[in-house]
């Protein structure tokens, strides 16, 4: 990664692992610090990812195609990384951001089965030039994570796929912690809350990201 200023954290796991809940814990805990940080999420994060956003998750959509669907996910990627992250990276913020290139190796170089060089490639530039820090996957199998939010949202055409679908997914996650046990950090997501999240301030705290 070129080297900046800032921390680049980001937080991955399957659908309803418990991600948001953390990110707003976290998010209280380092504004009563006075931490300087900026939250972001892909797709998303500015106003042309948060357009490809709509048109990824819209559950009309289901006749895109898997190659299509990797390809939005990337362009979105790289317009959120000069609008969002880089900026915050360049005045010394610490930049945390929910999913980022793990979660496109998960759904769609294991899940959807598009392989692990066509996702590295088309991401080659979020994958070197400006991979995180520290990576926390929130571990936490499908069918728990959509046992505790009650079902998959109706309006989420990756929720929508079916839970053969999610556990590929699942996979996936644990083959990328494997692949990068440098950066990312497993942490057990059939805990509460709070116990979670002392685990990822400690995380963060060890790795010097705080």
């Known amino acids: 990664m070129e080297k900046s200023k800032g921390k680049f954290v980001t937080f991955e796991g399957c659908d309803g692992c418990g991600k948001s809940t953390q ?7 380092l504004t009563k610090n006075g931490v300087p940080h900026i ?7 500015g106003k042309i990812s948060e357009a490809i956003r709509e048109i ?47 979660s496109s190796l998960a759904y769609q ?10 996702i590295e490639n088309i991401n080659q530039l979020a994958l070197t030039k400006y991979a ?8 936490l ?18 929720e929508q796929a079916g839970i053969a679908f999610h556990e590929r997914v699942y996979d996936g996650y644990q083959r990328v912690a494997k692949k ?8 057990n997501g059939n805990q509460t809350p709070t116990e979670i999240f002392e685990q990822v301030l400690r995380v963060l705290k060890e790795r010097n990201c705080l």
Request: proline share 5%; charged share 30%.
């Open 132 to 139: 995180p820090d520290t990576t926390i996957f929130i571990d």
């Open 180 to 187: 990068y046990p440098e950066r990312v950090v497993v942490v």
């Open 56 to 102: 990824l998750l819209n559950g009309k959509n289901s006749e895109m195609t898997d190659e299509c669907e990797a390809l939005l996910y990337s362009a979105s990627r790289m317009q959120h990384l000069a609008d969002r992250v880089i900026p915050a990276l360049s005045d010394g913020k610490l930049v945390i951001c929910d999913r980022y290139v793990d």
């Open 39 to 45: 939250f972001t999420r892909e797709p998303g994060g």
């Open 109 to 118: 170089a294991y899940a959807r089965g598009l392989g692990e060089e066509f």
């Open 141 to 158: 199998t499908p069918s728990q994570a959509f046992a505790r939010k009650q079902g998959a949202d109706e309006n989420d055409r990756l």
């Open 23 to 29: 990110l707003k814990l976290l998010s209280e805990y």
